[in-house]
């Protein structure tokens, strides 16, 4: 596998800072699994199974002993968690813009437009994600 992945390194993209920072942390904690897998096979004194499924049912039983360590950590968190708000959050921001002369608005910093008959109106405005609604 390493030398699949070292020959295939030329052809990665180039990474920017964040993305650099975010792939070392995700690959160091792949890269403790992977060392916990090793040496739970070292351990267990060879690395053939019967089958896939006792593979996976030996990777399974790994996890839940590593998961063990941090249920004390979780437990101490889940005291200090406070409840989840009772109303929903709100699945969009209601804003309010007035059409220019030019039949534009502008709604958080961008400007958009709209039908020229709209001149000189107050819209009540809802953004979402992704959309505006007027």
């Known amino acids: 596998m390493r030398r699949c992945c070292a020959t295939m390194a ?32 070292r351990v267990r004194g060879g690395r053939e199974f019967p089958d896939r499924a006792a593979y996976e049912r030996f990777l399974q039983h790994l996890v839940q002993r590593r998961n063990l360590t941090r249920q004390v950590r979780w437990a101490l968190e889940r005291e200090v968690l406070r409840p989840l708000p009772a109303a929903p959050l709100a699945l969009c ?23 020229s008959r709209l001149i000189g109106t107050t819209l009540l405005l809802r953004v979402r994600a992704e959309t505006i609604d007027v």
């Not at 052809?11 to 160091?28: E, G, L, Q, V, Y």
Request: aromatic share 8%; no cysteine; charged share 35%.
């Open 10 to 41: 030329w052809r990665r993209r180039p990474t920017t800072p964040a993305r650099r920072t975010r792939t070392a942390r995700s690959s160091r904690r792949t890269f403790r699994f992977e060392q916990a897998v090793d040496q739970a096979l």
């Open 93 to 115: 921001r209601e804003v309010r813009a007035t059409v220019s002369r030019f039949s534009t608005i502008q709604v958080l910093r961008t400007t958009d437009s709209v039908p």
